[in-house]
């Protein structure tokens, strides 16, 4: 819709959060996905937080499993007939304008020449296709609405591909893929962006810092900031963009990850040691 002076109308997406219309979060009883449904909750945003397993939804989410405004469904994003059929569903039920992208499937860093075919394959239909498809079918929804925001949740590996050879490029795809849906949607009042988790102290990664696959040490020393991320600080950076506050933002990749990107190169000067650093 456009005014009298052909500049396009902008709708506050807080509005139509007030006004009851739902964000739609996946992978939602996973560290991150559990922190940003809770946020967006807290925010003031009906929210459909989706995973595989129901009891594990409730179990996680303790009492507020059973609070108004916090619906819990058991949906496959590799499902997508089960996709279509909770977007419909919530079209009777007050309209959508708000997705976040979390499922995901993580995988063990290998070698390149030990990967399996099928688990490669996996990864991509969960990673990036599920995303895709989540996004295809909320965004008529959002369409419906006047507006909306989609945050697809990718990782540093969007921007400096580590050893995860099937997991590090699903995430540039899904980087990629939120480029071209901000150009896309935006004629519609749809706003599309990622956050890019550094390395973050979800349940899964804490166990990996318990079976020394990763050292803390090692991380936070080639860390700006010198310490890892809390799921609590990428909630925050999905709420900042999923309201009126970003109405301007879209096509954006946002990191957040205590400066790891910025500084880990600092490592090959010796010479130059950053200020502050042993």
């Given at each position: 819709?456009?005014?009298?002076?052909?500049?396009?109308?902008?709708?506050?997406?807080?509005?139509?959060r007030?006004?009851?219309?739902a964000v739609v979060?996946?992978?939602?009883?996973?560290?991150?996905?559990?922190?940003v449904?809770?946020?967006?909750y807290?925010?003031?945003?009906?929210?459909?937080?989706?995973?595989?397993?129901?009891?594990?939804?409730?179990?996680?989410?303790?009492?507020?499993?059973?609070i108004?405004?916090?619906?819990?469904?058991?949906?496959?994003?590799?499902?997508h007939?089960a996709?279509?059929?909770?977007?419909?569903?919530?079209r009777?039920?007050?309209?959508?304008?708000?997705?976040v992208?979390?499922?995901?499937?993580?995988?063990?860093?290998?070698?390149l020449?030990?990967?399996?075919?099928?688990?490669?394959r996996?990864?991509?239909e969960?990673?990036?296709?599920?995303?895709?498809?989540?996004?295809?079918?909320f965004?008529?929804?959002?369409?419906?609405?006047?507006?909306?925001?989609?945050?697809?949740?990718?990782s540093?590996?969007?921007?400096?591909?580590?050893?995860?050879?099937a997991?590090?490029p699903?995430?540039?795809?899904?980087?990629?893929l939120t480029?071209?849906?901000?150009?896309?949607?935006?004629?519609?009042g749809?706003?599309?962006?990622?956050?890019?988790?550094?390395?973050?102290?979800?349940?899964?990664f804490e166990?990996?810092?318990a079976?020394g696959?990763?050292?803390a040490?090692?991380?936070?020393?080639h860390?700006a900031?010198?310490?890892?991320?809390?799921t609590d600080?990428?909630?925050?950076?999905?709420?900042f963009?999923?309201?009126?506050?970003?109405?301007?933002?879209?096509?954006?990749?946002?990191?957040?990850?205590a400066?790891?990107l910025?500084?880990?190169?600092?490592?090959n000067?010796?010479?130059?040691?950053?200020?502050?650093?042993?």
């Amino acid at each position: 819709m456009n005014t009298s002076s052909g500049r396009a109308k902008r709708i506050s997406l807080d509005a139509l959060r007030d006004s009851g219309h739902a964000v739609v979060v996946t992978g939602a009883s996973g560290g991150i996905g559990l922190a940003v449904a809770n946020r967006l909750y807290d925010d003031g945003w009906h929210v459909v937080a989706t995973d595989l397993d129901l009891a594990r939804l409730r179990d996680v989410f303790g009492e507020r499993a059973d609070i108004p405004g916090m619906a819990l469904a058991a949906i496959d994003v590799t499902d997508h007939a089960a996709v279509d059929a909770l977007a419909a569903s919530l079209r009777e039920r007050g309209g959508v304008a708000g997705l976040v992208n979390v499922a995901g499937l993580l995988q063990d860093a290998m070698p390149l020449l030990d990967m399996d075919d099928a688990m490669q394959r996996r990864v991509w239909e969960v990673n990036y296709f599920g995303a895709q498809h989540c996004l295809r079918a909320f965004a008529p929804l959002m369409t419906q609405a006047g507006a909306g925001a989609v945050v697809n949740i990718t990782s540093i590996n969007e921007l400096r591909p580590l050893p995860l050879h099937a997991y590090s490029p699903t995430k540039v795809a899904l980087g990629a893929l939120t480029q071209l849906a901000a150009g896309e949607l935006g004629a519609s009042g749809i706003r599309v962006n990622s956050v890019a988790p550094g390395f973050t102290l979800t349940p899964i990664f804490e166990d990996k810092l318990a079976t020394g696959k990763r050292s803390a040490s090692a991380i936070e020393a080639h860390s700006a900031l010198g310490r890892l991320v809390g799921t609590d600080e990428i909630a925050a950076a999905v709420s900042f963009l999923m309201c009126d506050q970003s109405s301007a933002i879209t096509g954006v990749s946002l990191p957040v990850d205590a400066g790891w990107l910025v500084s880990s190169h600092w490592m090959n000067f010796r010479e130059l040691a950053r200020a502050g650093a042993a």
